[in-house]
């Protein structure tokens, strides 16, 4: 009879245990089976830097080549753009608008008319959309016509239905603005839905001030012309009025399910006021600008105050709403839309409330992810892969969802599915956090706190850092330490491998199609065809990632 070592019993507990168990499990595991890990996950005993092409590289990104995953990377960037193009009405759009009355500029959520019907234009989802297009705008210096022309017609649509009445109320009382969709011929939607949704106004805000912030960079070249005053006046400052107006009021959060006082929409409306009071003093209404300041401040304490809950140890993202655990992909989409993605200069954004970066985002980052990692059947199959391939699961990306507790199946009511633009977005949030720890003087160090310590140690307890599980108190890392960017390299790579469950679950067809959701059981595409959202938020994690692996290789 074959003993079985006294650890190997506890494998199929190992599914109830935080991911910093796991990783220790896993490596104890894999050397009394025989064939051990190597000591780190990246090859830092041959030279990490010459060995890996793409720095950041290692066995825990994916069960495909380096070279293949790259190929897919570029093929599937460009994919994604080209689909968010197609998506928008106007000269550019795709044939799944073709037959349909579409508004030049109306950003459609999906093509799919039945079972669901997404044929509707949102006005966050929009903002959301022409902010990527902005940034990719930026990036060419404002170089780009198809860019300028669809951006442009976006900004001439939403004038219109500013002005459109709606079950939301209407323009003049500036009611009607908090309206969450339209027809794509720009007629309202008359139905019931969970109204009112307070982040849109602020989303095409903050859309429009980046690109007129873009135009005047480098275009333009002043403030004071016609189209940016014009655009100022006629369109963003009533988005920035209704933010002031309503910022503390509730609303439907960016699900539409939950009426209450959300952290993603607080977020959103800060960065629209504090981008809008910026605008504001460059056009010379200095006491607009003193407004929006003004509330942008009042934003900021309450944040600062309401949705950190410290006996749960990670942020909320509805206050005083008991049904939920408050985890939910909202805080990390929260903490991207609030951050000024056109800049990459850190320094000046160092104290940024709940940046990506911040203990709190990372300490709910990790809870969020511990969820996650065992709620979906479909995640247990490809941690089972690489388990038996040798490779520590603990460092594997899997696929998550929008928050623990749901229960849309992209059609219906029964079971959540993982969600493309939630597997993006936990990437974004990696590469973010990587940038700016790369990116730091030597002078830095990295204070690892309890709450954090289950994150970063996934990946110092893998270096001779001095790091030890047990140690109480904080842990100090500093920047100039040998294996600080080894560190750094390892998070990349973690990120990189929830961009590789995407490559498993998307249209692996010259297509390239990303539906809303993938089935938590079989991993199917499921829910909204070719998802917008889905689109933009691949393509803006693959974006930042390109920017860090750029400063990696300097």
């Not at 897919?72 to 037959?99: C, K, M």
């Not at 679950?505 to 070719?530: C, I, L, P, V």
């Not at 689109?535 to 930042?544: D, E, H, K, P």
Request: proline share 5%; hydrophobic share 35%; aromatic share 14%.
């Amino acid at each position: 009879m074959k003993l079985v070592p006294p650890l190997l019993l506890l494998i199929p507990v190992l599914t109830a245990l935080p991911l910093y168990l796991v990783h220790y499990y896993e490596n104890v595991r894999q050397s009394i089976l025989g064939h051990p890990l190597s000591t780190t996950f990246w090859p830092i005993s041959t030279g990490f830097l010459s060995t890996s092409k793409n720095l950041g590289f290692t066995d825990s990104v994916s069960l495909i080549s380096e070279d293949d995953y790259q190929h897919w990377i570029e093929r599937e960037t460009h994919v994604a753009f080209e689909s968010i193009i197609q998506n928008i009405g106007g000269p550019y759009s795709g044939p799944d608008l073709a037959d349909s009355a579409v508004t030049p500029g109306a950003v459609v959520a999906s093509p799919s008319k039945k079972a669901p019907d997404y044929f509707y234009q949102w006005v966050r989802d929009a903002g959301i959309t022409i902010n990527t297009l902005v940034t990719a705008y930026a990036d060419q210096k404002a170089q780009n016509s198809t860019l300028r022309t669809v951006i442009r017609d976006y900004i001439t649509a939403a004038h219109s239905l500013q002005r459109v009445s709606n079950p939301s109320g209407d323009f003049l009382s500036l009611t009607g603005l908090g309206e969450p969709k339209f027809h794509m011929d720009g007629r309202p939607f008359e139905d019931h839905w969970g109204r009112p949704q307070r982040d849109g106004p602020a989303l095409r805000a903050i859309a429009i001030i980046n690109y007129l912030n873009t135009e005047v960079r480098h275009r333009i070249g002043s403030y004071r012309t016609r189209f940016v005053h014009d655009t100022f006046a006629d369109v963003v400052r009533h988005d920035l009025n209704y933010v002031v107006r309503y910022w503390q009021h509730d609303g439907f959060d960016l699900w539409e399910e939950v009426q209450g006082y959300h952290f993603y929409t607080a977020m959103v409306h800060k960065r629209a006021l504090e981008l809008g009071a910026e605008l504001a003093r460059n056009l010379g209404h200095f006491n607009l600008a003193q407004r929006y300041r003004h509330e942008a401040q009042n934003a900021k304490f309450i944040i600062a105050n309401k949705f950190y809950d410290e006996e749960r140890g990670h942020l909320i993202e509805t206050i005083d709403y008991s049904a939920r655990s408050g985890l939910d992909s909202a805080l990390f989409l929260g903490t991207i839309h609030a951050t000024n993605l056109l800049s990459d200069d850190w320094t000046v954004q160092e104290n940024s409330l709940y940046a990506p970066y911040s203990d709190e985002i990372v300490a709910s980052l990790v809870k969020y992810l511990d969820d996650m990692r065992y709620r979906y059947p479909i995640n247990h199959q490809r941690l089972q892969a690489f388990e038996q391939n040798g490779i520590n699961s603990s460092l594997v990306g899997f696929g998550v969802g929008r928050y623990p507790e749901d229960v849309y199946n992209g059609i219906g009511m029964s079971d959540g599915n993982p969600w493309f633009l939630c597997t993006a977005t936990v990437s974004h949030n990696l590469y973010l956090l990587a940038d700016y720890l790369y990116t730091r003087p030597a002078s830095f160090s990295l204070t690892v706190t309890e709450a954090t310590k289950p994150f970063y140690g996934l990946f110092l307890s893998t270096l001779p850092t001095g790091f030890d599980w047990n140690q109480p108190g904080p842990f100090i890392y500093p920047r100039s330490d040998r294996y600080f960017t080894e560190f750094v390299h390892a998070i990349v790579a973690f990120a990189d491998s929830f961009l590789d469950v995407i490559r498993e679950h998307h249209d692996q067809s010259s297509n390239g199609a990303m539906s809303e959701q993938f089935s938590r059981h079989d991993g199917y595409m499921t829910g909204a065809e070719k998802l917008t959202w889905s689109y933009g938020a691949f393509w803006s994690a693959v974006r930042q990632r390109q920017l860090v692996y750029k400063k990696m290789k300097q």
